[in-house]
């Protein structure tokens, strides 16, 4: 004898239940407290990216480079989009945007989700809220370490050679890195990176060694994780000798 049971699973998920509802609420609240820093800010604030920002690893809309750590971004009143405002990076993608009257966005079609998107008719008057005072100014090599100046220390603490000294760059405007992926953040390296070569010297590989912008990829590739071998080719590379 079987037991046929046609009794139907009643509990099926529904889009709009109150647990969905609150959990929405919920993880909204965490956003804004996980990136306290940007929190209290008043519009056209200079804002710097963190991890927890809402455009982090987004698309800049001018420059389109994807906004990392430490980037300085002001935000459309309207509707939230990240623009970038950085003289580390002289990356002035605000002022570029608005220029000329020009709004923030205008309607289009996006062909790959077929919806049209509507567009933010915010337009800017010229101006900042803080155009005289707080406007933040490139840190020079010394100001930067005395600024973050524990920071500073731990990551130097923290830099492991396995591989001997590492010649670190800076990167140039129109240096033929610019582009290049650095294969542990997957973000594209910049004009102003501070960067290091893979080490087994055949492949075009670039990680980006830059403690003052907490992107120290090198050392978490060889480092940390101990890799000792291409992320391009898999070659292995040698330690250097010990002393
Ligand atoms: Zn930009
Ligand atoms: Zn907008
Ligand atoms: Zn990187
Ligand atoms: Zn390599």
């Not at 994807?66 to 993608?93: I, M, T």
């Not at 830099?159 to 760059?169: L, Q, V, Y």
């Not at 830059?210 to 050392?219: A, F, K």
């Not at 291409?230 to 330690?239: D, F, L, R, W, Y």
């Amino acid at each position: 004898m079987t037991l046929n049971s046609s009794h139907k699973d009643k509990t099926h998920k529904d889009k709009n239940s109150l647990k969905t509802r609150l959990s929405r609420e919920i993880q909204t609240g965490i956003d804004s407290a996980k990136d306290s820093e940007n929190a209290d800010l008043p519009d056209l604030a200079i804002r710097t990216t963190t991890m927890y920002s809402k455009w982090y690893t987004r698309h800049c809309p001018t420059c389109k480079l994807k906004f990392r750590e430490q980037d300085q971004v002001r935000l459309c009143p309207q509707c939230s989009q990240a623009y970038h405002d950085d003289d580390q990076y002289n990356l002035r993608c605000w002022e570029r945007h608005f220029a000329n009257e020009r709004n923030c966005k205008n309607d289009s079609h996006d062909p790959i989700n077929e919806v049209d998107r509507k567009g933010c008719y915010y337009k800017w008057n010229g101006k900042f809220p803080d155009d005289d005072d707080s406007r933040r100014q490139p840190l020079s090599d010394f100001s930067r370490v005395e600024e973050i100046g524990p920071q500073f220390l731990s990551g130097l603490e923290n830099i492991r050679k396995p591989f001997g000294e590492e010649k670190i760059e800076i990167v140039k405007e129109y240096d033929e890195k610019v582009g290049l992926k650095c294969p542990w953040c997957r973000f594209l390296i910049r004009p102003g990176d501070h960067v290091v070569a893979c080490p087994c010297g055949k492949c075009n590989t670039w990680f980006h060694m830059d403690i003052y912008r907490h992107l120290t990829c090198w050392n978490e590739w060889n480092g940390f994780r101990g890799n000792n071998f291409c992320p391009e080719t898999s070659a292995k590379i040698e330690k250097a000798p010990e002393k």
